[in-house]
């Protein structure tokens, strides 16, 4: 089993910083994949950006430029560094581990950008 643990939301205002970050535990496989979606009130949920073991991050089109994923592979640990946080940033954030077409997802953390 594998469980991820996210920090670091909270209440920011606009052109503001955050860093999320996620630690995953259990059985991690080497080979993963790990990312962020989010999701607002009323919208459907979204992958803001993913980072293969070894590969090249992918953003979504609303946080390219502005938000950068990280890695730390001996600590089983994503990073997501949010700038220039916009009130459309505002939302539910949750941390993904995908290992042998299996999906893990963590509890959430709120990021409330306030104008």
């Known amino acids: 089993q594998v469980q991820l643990v996210e920090s670091g939301g909270g209440l920011v205002q606009v052109g503001g910083s955050l860093t999320l970050s996620c630690a995953a535990s259990?059985?991690?496989?080497?080979?993963?994949?790990m990312g962020w979606f989010r999701q607002a009130p009323g919208k459907s949920h979204e992958s803001v950006a993913m980072m293969p073991y070894g590969g090249v991050p992918n953003y979504a089109d609303s946080v390219k430029g502005r938000f950068t994923i990280s890695r730390d592979n001996a600590k089983n640990t994503v990073y997501l560094q949010m700038m220039r946080l916009q009130p459309d940033d505002t939302a539910v954030y949750y941390c993904?581990?995908?290992?042998?077409?299996?999906?893990?997802w963590g509890q959430g953390t709120q990021v409330t950008v306030s104008s």
């Open positions: 993904m581990l995908r290992q042998v077409n299996r999906e893990y």
């Open positions: 259990g059985n991690i496989f080497t080979i993963n994949t």
